[in-house]
């Protein structure tokens, strides 16, 4: 799968919590971030799981 690289701009505050919880799930900073919007595009009704999606890596912990 391609990925698009993009800027993302969050408090430093909130960036810190992303990366405490992304070392937590032993993510990367990235992964954490894919992760998560991964799971509210879900939660929105709005991503259906493809068949060669490895399951492990996107669900929820």
Not at 14 to 34: C, H, I, P, Y
Request: glycine share 4%; charged share 40%.
């Amino acid at each position: 799968m391609a990925k698009k690289k993009f800027v993302l701009r969050l408090e430093e505050e909130k960036m810190k919590a992303v990366e405490k919880w992304a070392a937590d799930e032993f993510r990367s900073t990235n992964g954490q971030l894919e992760w998560i919007i991964t799971k509210a595009l879900r939660d929105a009704g709005r991503w259906k799981k493809k068949t060669n999606e490895n399951p492990s890596s996107d669900d929820p912990a």
